[in-house]
């Protein structure tokens, strides 16, 4: 059982180097989190970008770029994106990660047909948590990227949470399917979706994971509050993953779970030829360590 975060840096530090390009690396934050990343060796970066603007950060805060490639391009930050995508795409980097460029201009260089990184699953974005109100760490998915996911789309936002919790050492996770309640009501599409894949993974149509669902947050994550309303099952009180129905309410959640319940998080998008690394300026220097280091894990 992993405790903590930090159990995902000393496993990464016990794997092969990863090669990870930084699309348009002239950003303070990602050049400190590469710097640590480097210092724990589990990373060899590569960087593209404007090289005038990444030296002058790079000096400020005393991180030598000596043995380092940068690729240098003038000609903004979505031109970078473009560039970092054909490096992973030409398998010179395992991962990618997002620096001082929109995501929107990053994640349209990764699903580009042509060009792109796209494989034939969905994109889905995977946050692991450590709370200090649970014994392990959680995965709540998708929070940033699938607006309204439909059952399909579920099926495969699964999928990718259950594929990084395979790469971090989650053997067979328990995924809770977030609603409001415990019962189907037709009225509530995330309740009726949750009983069509806890179905799903009973006829062996979703594997490598347990289904349950629908669960409200509450039962998913505590055992005494399962036992209470009389919620059985091997999930209730001990989930891994937490499917929220759409963005809204994953987004809420992530950000309740980070700047008011005390969690700290790490994350990727999954489902491109190699992990993404996206993270966000709120997000602090741990939070952006740990999402290389979990993106080492999964590549
Ligand atoms: N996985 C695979 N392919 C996808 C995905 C996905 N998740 N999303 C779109 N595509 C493909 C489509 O099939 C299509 O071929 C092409 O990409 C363009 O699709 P559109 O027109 O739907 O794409 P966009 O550029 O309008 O939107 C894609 C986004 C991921 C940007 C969009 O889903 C979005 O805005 N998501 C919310 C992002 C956000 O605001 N997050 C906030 C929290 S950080």
Redesign the pocket.
């Given at each position: 059982m992993i405790r903590d975060l930090t159990e995902l840096l000393r496993k990464a530090k016990n794997r092969p180097l990863r090669r990870m390009v930084v699309a348009a690396a002239e950003d303070e934050h990602v050049l400190k989190a590469l710097q640590e990343a480097m210092k724990e060796e589990i990373v060899i970066p590569l960087l593209v970008g404007d090289e005038e603007k990444i030296g002058l950060i790079a000096r400020s805060i005393g991180f030598v770029l000596d043995d380092i490639e940068v690729i240098d391009n003038r000609e903004g930050a979505a031109v970078s994106a473009r560039i970092a995508v054909a490096k992973v795409k030409s398998g010179e980097a395992d991962i990618i990660m997002k620096g001082f460029v929109n995501?929107?201009d990053l994640?349209?260089a990764v699903?580009d047909?042509d060009s792109g990184l796209?494989t034939d699953?969905?994109?889905?974005?995977v946050a692991f948590f450590e709370s200090p109100y649970y014994h392990k760490i959680f995965c709540v998915t998708d929070?940033?990227?699938?607006?309204a996911p439909d059952l399909e789309?579920k099926v495969q936002i699964i999928h990718n949470a259950v594929k990084a919790c395979h790469g971090i050492g989650i053997e067979n996770p328990k995924v809770a399917v977030a609603a409001a309640v415990e019962t189907v009501n037709p009225k509530m599409e995330a309740t009726v979706h949750a009983a069509r894949l806890k179905e799903m993974n009973e006829k062996g149509l979703l594997n490598g994971c347990v289904v349950d669902g629908p669960l409200a947050i509450d039962i998913a994550v505590n055992a005494d509050a399962a036992r209470h309303k009389g919620i059985g099952g091997e999930v209730a009180g001990h989930c891994d993953v937490i499917l929220a129905p759409d963005?809204e309410a994953g987004?809420m959640f992530y950000k309740a779970l980070n700047f008011l319940g005390g969690a700290s998080s790490a994350a990727v998008v999954m489902?491109a030829s190699v992990p993404v690394v996206?993270t966000?300026r709120s997000d602090d220097e741990r939070s952006k360590l740990l999402s290389i280091a979990l993106a080492t894990l999964i590549a």
């Amino acid at each position: 059982m992993i405790r903590d975060l930090t159990e995902l840096l000393r496993k990464a530090k016990n794997r092969p180097l990863r090669r990870m390009v930084v699309a348009a690396a002239e950003d303070e934050h990602v050049l400190k989190a590469l710097q640590e990343a480097m210092k724990e060796e589990i990373v060899i970066p590569l960087l593209v970008g404007d090289e005038e603007k990444i030296g002058l950060i790079a000096r400020s805060i005393g991180f030598v770029l000596d043995d380092i490639e940068v690729i240098d391009n003038r000609e903004g930050a979505a031109v970078s994106a473009r560039i970092a995508v054909a490096k992973v795409k030409s398998g010179e980097a395992d991962i990618i990660m997002k620096g001082f460029v929109n995501t929107g201009d990053l994640l349209k260089a990764v699903l580009d047909k042509d060009s792109g990184l796209r494989t034939d699953q969905l994109l889905s974005h995977v946050a692991f948590f450590e709370s200090p109100y649970y014994h392990k760490i959680f995965c709540v998915t998708d929070v940033a990227m699938n607006i309204a996911p439909d059952l399909e789309a579920k099926v495969q936002i699964i999928h990718n949470a259950v594929k990084a919790c395979h790469g971090i050492g989650i053997e067979n996770p328990k995924v809770a399917v977030a609603a409001a309640v415990e019962t189907v009501n037709p009225k509530m599409e995330a309740t009726v979706h949750a009983a069509r894949l806890k179905e799903m993974n009973e006829k062996g149509l979703l594997n490598g994971c347990v289904v349950d669902g629908p669960l409200a947050i509450d039962i998913a994550v505590n055992a005494d509050a399962a036992r209470h309303k009389g919620i059985g099952g091997e999930v209730a009180g001990h989930c891994d993953v937490i499917l929220a129905p759409d963005i809204e309410a994953g987004n809420m959640f992530y950000k309740a779970l980070n700047f008011l319940g005390g969690a700290s998080s790490a994350a990727v998008v999954m489902g491109a030829s190699v992990p993404v690394v996206l993270t966000s300026r709120s997000d602090d220097e741990r939070s952006k360590l740990l999402s290389i280091a979990l993106a080492t894990l999964i590549a």
